[in-house]
C-alpha cells in the first residue's frame, strides 16, 4: 500500500480495502484489460504534463474548488510517477557503473542483482500506475434517490419497494446518512413513487450508477403458478447542492404545514408535523412528512427543493458541460435500460458497459458488497474512457500545435 494513502481519511481507506478484496469478487466484467501504453511516447508526455499541471496547482497561493478537487485527483497519479522516475534514475546510475573498466566479479554480481530488483520494482510500480489511473474518484457529498414504479402495474410497485429497500440496506452498509424524503404507498404494500436523501463518502459517484430503468422478470408474488412477467422500475439519481452553493432567499419561498396523512400512528394525526413548500419562482413544489418533527421534515423538504432547483439548471446548461460531465449527466438518465434482475435464473445482469452477470440474487438484494463491486466496476470503466479521452485530447493538440 502506498505511503500517501496513509494520510487519507478513513472512510476512503474503507474504500479502497473493498475494491482490492479480489477474492470476493463475483463480477463477470466484460472490460477487464483496461490499460495504456505506458512506453508510448504520446502516452509519457501525457504524464508528464500531469505532473506539470499538479506542480503549478500545488504552488497556487489561492485555488478554486473545481482546481482543489482535480490537484486532489492527479495527486496519486503523481506521487507513482516520482517514483518511477527515481527508480529509473537509479536503473541509469547502474548502467554507468556497469561501464566502468576494473571491475571484479564480485562487483559485476552486485549489479546484476541490484538491476533485477530495480525491474522487478519497476513492473510493480507500473501495475500500480495502471491501477491508479482508472482508479474512481470519489467525494463527500449527497444525493437524491427517486424510485418510481414503471410499466406492470403492482408488481412494479413492489419491486420497487424492493428497491428503495435495497438502497436503504446499502446506505446502511456504507455507513451513509439516509433520510426518507417521501413515500406513495401502493394498497398491497408496494411504492408508487419514493425518494430518499443520502449523504456520505462516496455517494454521488457510487449511486449515480443506479440511474436508469431497473428491469426485473420474475412469477408475480400476486399469482400463484403463473407465468414470468417482466416490470420496470426507474430510478434517478440527482446530486444535492449545498447551502452555499445553491443559496435559496426566503422570499421565494412559501412553507405550509399540516398535519401528515397516512398510516404513522396517533401522533401523525394529532401534530402539524408534514411540511410543503413552494418555490414561487419556478412553481417547484416539495413535501415531507416521513418523519415526526417538523423542523426535521423541513430541513430534508429544503435539501430535496434544492436538489431539484439544481437539476434544472444542469439541464438548462446541458450543453456547456464538458466531456466528462456529460458522461456523468447521461449515466442519469431514467429512459436507459440499465439492469436486468432475473429471479427464475437467480442472476443480476448489468447492461452498461463494464457490467456483467452476477448470480446470487438474493444476497445481492440485501445491499452489501456485490452491489458495491458493481458500481466500481462501471465507476472504473468510466473512468478509463476519460482517460483515453484526455490522452487523445492531448495528441491531437499536440500536432495542432506542431
Known amino acids: 500500500m502506498l505511503v500517501f494513502r496513509k494520510a487519507m481519511a478513513l472512510p476512503r481507506m474503507s474504500y479502497l480495502r473493498s475494491v482490492f478484496k479480489v477474492e470476493n469478487y463475483l463480477l463477470s466484467c466484460r472490460h477487464n484489460s483496461q490499460n495504456v501504453n505506458l512506453s508510448d511516447p504520446a502516452v509519457q508526455t501525457f504524464l508528464k504534463n500531469l505532473m506539470l499541471e499538479h506542480d503549478n496547482l500545488h504552488t497556487k497561493a489561492r485555488r478554486t474548488f473545481d482546481e482543489t478537487k482535480r490537484l486532489h485527483e492527479i495527486k496519486p497519479i503523481v506521487y507513482v510517477l516520482d517514483q518511477r522516475i527515481s527508480l529509473y534514475d537509479s536503473i541509469e546510475s547502474l548502467k554507468e557503473l556497469n561501464k566502468r573498466d576494473g571491475k571484479d566479479e564480485e562487483m559485476k554480481k552486485l549489479i546484476k542483482e541490484e538491476a533485477e530488483i530495480y525491474l522487478k520494482r519497476l513492473k510493480e510500480i507500473d501495475d500500480e500506475l495502471q491501477t491508479i489511473l482508472f482508479e474512481p474518484y470519489l467525494t463527500e457529498g449527497g444525493v437524491l434517490v427517486e424510485v418510481t414504479a414503471g410499466a406492470g402495474g403492482q408488481e412494479a410497485m413492489l419491486f420497487a419497494r424492493e428497491l428503495f429497500e435495497l438502497y436503504e440496506a446499502y446506505a446502511n452498509f456504507k455507513e451513509w446518512e439516509v433520510d426518507v424524503a417521501s413515500l406513495e404507498k401502493s394498497d398491497i404494500g408496494g411504492i408508487r413513487k419514493a425518494s430518499v436523501l443520502i449523504q456520505g463518502f462516496g455517494a454521488p459517484e457510487l449511486m449515480r450508477m443506479e440511474a436508469g430503468v431497473h428491469r426485473v422478470q420474475r412469477i408475480p408474488v400476486t399469482e400463484k403458478g403463473g407465468r414470468i412477467h417482466t416490470s420496470t422500475v426507474s430510478v434517478a439519481v440527482l446530486p444535492q447542492p449545498t447551502e452555499i452553493e445553491l443559496d435559496i432567499p426566503e422570499r421565494d419561498l412559501t412553507i405550509e404545514t399540516k398535519r401528515a396523512s397516512g398510516a404513522g400512528g396517533q401522533h401523525v394525526n394529532t401534530t402539524d408535523s408534514a411540511v410543503r413548500i413552494i418555490h414561487t419562482p419556478t412553481g417547484t413544489v416539495v413535501e415531507c412528512q416521513e418523519g415526526r418533527s417538523q423542523i426535521k421534515n423541513k430541513q430534508i423538504a429544503m435539501q430535496k427543493l434544492r436538489t431539484l432547483l439544481l437539476q434544472k439548471q444542469i439541464e438548462e446548461q446541458s450543453s456547456k458541460l464538458n466531456s466528462e460531465r456529460k458522461l456523468q449527466v447521461g449515466s442519469m438518465n431514467r429512459n436507459e ?51 483515453i479521452s484526455e490522452i487523445n485530447d492531448f495528441i491531437n493538440r499536440q500536432k495542432q500545435e506542431s
Request: proline content about 2%; aromatic content about 8%; charged content about 25%.
Open 337 to 387: 435500460k440499465i439492469r436486468t434482475y432475473n429471479y427464475p435464473q437467480d442472476r443480476v445482469t448489468e447492461h452498461r458497459d463494464g457490467g456483467g452477470t452476477m448470480h446470487s440474487l438474493k444476497t445481492f438484494m440485501e445491499g452489501g458488497e456485490q452491489l458495491e463491486q458493481l458500481q466500481v466496476s462501471l465507476l472504473r470503466h468510466q473512468r478509463y474512457q476519460v482517460i
